[in-house]
């Protein structure tokens, strides 16, 4: 899962051969277990030590199923010059999961996070330790102990290495220029999914879902390597694979990608690629808009790569006399073949000639936004983040008609978590509503009152029962694109997540109050009531808390106590007691509020530090 939602304790120590210099990466030694000896430049059993790639997790070198202490040990030279250089030196030891203390020739040099029974992780920390002048030697013992709460620990990521105090400053120098860092831009209409790459100038996939998968057996298929445009003008090619754009970005608040690409003095290409919303229809648009005196003389071409023998590819170019040329490409698939597609494309050509399709993609995100509601007072720049988050929203909600409409993902590809978690969801629910889009909101509320779920209702491991004892309506994990629950299950079991019922609750009653749809909650309040909030009362504990769960960081079985799953509980339990006097069921507002009340109670006793 998501490394930034597990909780994670690791710990690690080294030896091994002499090295000339750091920074020090290669074969460390590493040994499971806690033992103080350890850290001495004395202790010379290391040797039976095994040896581990350093940086990497330690799971991903053969120490697979490990979570608790661990010490990694390296012997070192360094040089004469840095030995006596009168700088400031650092050891640096790169990123450790989850907390560490870090010895040099038997000295602390220091710790980062908190070791069990206080544990706090610090796995995101880049380690920086300043070395006393007296602790630093010709020949050097390093010696790190880790601890590891669970999922993948130790030395993941550097730099690792012996570093001057001007070294360090370059090391840790933030640029303060803004600069692109991902390179891959989405384009979905909740049916089809396409994704332009800005570094290969080029639609890299066109996905024939935008979630990850149907079901257990059947994954979305990309259906093509690539796509781009190729310009020839007289005896000059402009390959657009190999020739940088002038620029590359959404127009604000759409899922239209627009390159500008400056060919020469004299010739302009404008290229924009969309799935259309205007479209029912599993098709992804790519229009290029080439300019310039050299028009008349140059011809396009799109050059597709390896496109997938079910998926349909057609173009119409338009020449204009203003020395204006434009191609227009659409590719789609359909669940039923080639040919219960190709007609709509050939139809979609001519209803949509030239620029048209264009226009009417703008018209549709204008249209929508005017719909929604954003803050007062907004910057020039905040108003087009939240104009272009809100589209990201969008696109991300399935369209598919069944089962799975109206679910929203937790990223559009090529994010690998194009899947709909219960807790992503939620958040993505309660934007859609505080921006105005209360349709989407809906869509998203009614896909999870009607999805298949129940699977963990009873969940039997290692001879306990871990399931939801309950019969219930809110997914314990996430969906597949068909609207089935699904679970994640490695050695330690499913994720069995009690969170999600809080989190659906407060989203339902904050879409409730917002849009005055009360009679959607009276429509299914008998689901709302027995199946997502009853459960949440059969699962307080005799903590008077929320029982162990995965919880929000997915931990599997047993689960713990998490903070979260109680905060979200009696969140949710105080929304359904106010959509409760909404629907005129004040006994069970009573219920669930005195149900809220009690988890209240445990809170503050036991998940309260003083």
Known sequence: MKKWLSAIFVSCLVSSTLLAQFPVTGNWLLRTGDDAAWASPAYSADTAWSSIQVPATWESRGFTSYDGFAWYRIKFIVSDRLLESQE????????????????????????????????????????????????????????????????????????????????????????????????????????????????????????????????EE?????????????????????????????????????????????????????????????????????????????????????????????????????????????????????P??????????????????????????REFWNSWHANGTLPQKLSTDEKNLALQSTAMLKMGQVREQGKGFGQILASLPPGNWNISWVRDMAYAVEALVQTGHYQEARDALAFQLKANVGEYEHFLWSGKDYGIQHPYQISVCRYYGNGNE??????????????????????????????????????????????????????????????????????????????????????GLDAVANMALAVNQDEQADEYLEAANRISQGFRLYLIDP
């Open 88 to 215: 400031k030196r650092y050891l640096v030891a790169g990123f450790i999961d989850d907390v560490d203390q870090i010895f040099l020739n038997g000295t602390l040099l220091g710790q980062t996070g908190k070791f069990p029974p206080e544990y706090s992780t610090e796995y995101s920390d880049l380690r920086k330790y300043l070395i006393p002048p007296e602790s630093l030697r010709k020949e050097n013992v390093l010696a790190i102990r880790v601890y590891d709460g669970g999922g993948p620990g130790g030395i993941y990521r550097g730099p690792v290495g012996l570093y001057t105090g001007e070294q360090i400053e370059h090391l840790f120098q933030v640029t303060s220029t803004p600069h692109r860092s991902f390179y891959q831009l989405p384009s979905s209409n909740g049916l089809l999914a396409a994704v332009y790459d800005s570094r290969e100038h080029a639609i890299t996939q066109v996905l024939n879902h935008i979630y990850k998968q149907y079901n």
């Open 218 to 334: 059947k994954s979305t298929t990309n259906l093509l390597r690539s796509a781009y445009y190729n310009v020839q003008l007289d005896t000059t090619q402009y390959d657009l694979a190999t020739f940088s754009e002038d620029q590359t970005e959404y127009e604000t608040g759409t899922g239209i990608i627009h390159s500008v690409f400056k060919l020469d003095p004299t010739l302009t290409l404008n290229t924009f690629h969309f799935a259309p919303f205007g479209s029912n229809e599993r098709i992804v648009v790519s229009i290029a808009e080439l300019t310039g005196a050299g028009v008349k003389d140059a011809s396009l071409k799109y050059r597709i790569k390896q496109l997938e023998p079910t998926a349909v590819h057609l173009s119409q170019t338009y020449d204009y006399d203003d020395d204006r040329s434009v191609q227009v490409n659409v590719i789609g698939w359909h």
């Open 336 to 361: 039923k073949g080639k040919n219960a597609i190709l007609q709509k494309m050939q139809q979609f050509l001519v209803d949509y000639p030239g620029m048209t399709s264009l226009y009417e993609e």
């Open 486 to 571: 699904w679970s994640d299950h490695n050695q330690d079991g499913p994720n069995i997540e009690l969170d999600g019922f809080g989190l659906f609750l407060w989203t339902l009653e904050s879409y409730m109050n917002a849009s005055d749809d009360v009679p959607f909650i009276r429509e299914h309040w008998e689901l709302i009531s027995r199946r997502i909030a009853d459960p949440l009362i059969a699962n307080i504990d005799g903590y008077g808390i929320i029982r162990e769960d995965s919880g929000p960081w997915e931990r599997h079985l047993p689960g713990k106590h998490f903070t979260y799953t109680s905060v979200a509980a009696i969140r």
